[in-house]
C-alpha cells in the first residue's frame, strides 16, 4: 500500500477565488490521479498527472479551470480555479499501488465548499 | 462510460447476505471493489483481472464475466462494519483509467 496525505482536509471559500490542493504520497509513483465526488454522487476522474508530462483530462474538464502540476513523482497540486458553489465537492488524489500497479488507493480526500 | 450497479441500495439485518452487481457497456481489462464510509475516503476490496475469475476472502468475495462485462460483489453473513457505500471500478482493456459505478448504498442493522 502506500501513504497518501492531502492538505488542505477541507476549505470553505469565497465564489470567485482560487484553491489549491496537495497531495503527497511517501513513495515514488509514476501516476497520480485526481478525482471529485459531489455530494451523495459517485467519483469522477478529472485527469491524470504524469511527471514530466502535461495532464491528460477527461471530457468535461479543461486545464483552464483544474490546473494540475507534477513536479516530482512523490507530489502533485490540482487547483480549482474562478469557483462557483458547483464546485463543491471532495477532491481526492489517488496512486496506482502493487506489482502490476493494477491497484488505486485514495487519499483522504478534500471537502471543498464554496459560497 | 460510467458503471451501472445494482441495486441503488439495500437494508439487511445483521447475518444476511447481498449481492451487488455491476454492468459496464465497454470491453473490460479489470473490474475493481470500494467500499466507502460516510465522510471517509474509498477503501479498496479487492481487483479483478480478465479470466473470469473469483476471489475473496471469508465472507465478502466477487466475481468477473468479462464475456457479459459484470462483475459480482458478495457479502455474506453480514456485520454492522459492512455498512457503506460499494463502488465498482472498471479499467478498459488498453487503458489505464479506473471509471467508478453509480454505487450501492448498504445499510445493515442489528
Known amino acids: 500500500s502506500a501513504v497518501i496525505s492531502q492538505k488542505p482536509s477541507r476549505d470553505i471559500c469565497q465564489r470567485g477565488t482560487s484553491l489549491t490542493i496537495q497531495c503527497q504520497v511517501d513513495s515514488q509513483v509514476t501516476m497520480m490521479f485526481w478525482y471529485r465526488q459531489q455530494p451523495g454522487q459517485s467519483l469522477t476522474l478529472i485527469a491524470t498527472a504524469n511527471q514530466g508530462s502535461e495532464a491528460t483530462y477527461e471530457s468535461g474538464f479543461v486545464i483552464d479551470k483544474f490546473p494540475i502540476s507534477r513536479p516530482n513523482l512523490t507530489f502533485s497540486t490540482l487547483t480549482v480555479s474562478n469557483m462557483s458553489p458547483e464546485d463543491s465537492s471532495i477532491y481526492l488524489c489517488?496512486?496506482?499501488?502493487?506489482?502490476?500497479?493494477?491497484?488505486?488507493?485514495f487519499g483522504p480526500g478534500t471537502r471543498l465548499t464554496v459560497l | 462510460q460510467q458503471p451501472v450497479q445494482s441495486p441503488q441500495a439495500v437494508i439487511l439485518r445483521e447475518g444476511e447476505d447481498a449481492v451487488i452487481n455491476c454492468s459496464s457497456s465497454k470491453a473490460l481489462y479489470s473490474v475493481h471493489w470500494y467500499r466507502q464510509k460516510h465522510g471517509e475516503a474509498p477503501v479498496f476490496l479487492m481487483i479483478?483481472?480478465?479470466?473470469?475469475e473469483q476471489k475473496g476472502h471469508e465472507k465478502i468475495s466477487a466475481s468477473f464475466n468479462e464475456k457479459k462485462q459484470q462483475s459480482s460483489l458478495y457479502l455474506t453473513a453480514s456485520q454492522l462494519s459492512y455498512s457503506g457505500t460499494y463502488f465498482c471500478g472498471t479499467v478498459g482493456t488498453g487503458a489505464n483509467n479506473l471509471f467508478f459505478g453509480t454505487g450501492t448504498r448498504l445499510t445493515v442493522i442489528p
Open positions: 489517488s496512486v496506482p499501488v502493487g506489482a502490476g500497479r493494477d491497484t488505486q488507493y
Open positions: 479483478l483481472l480478465k479470466g473470469g
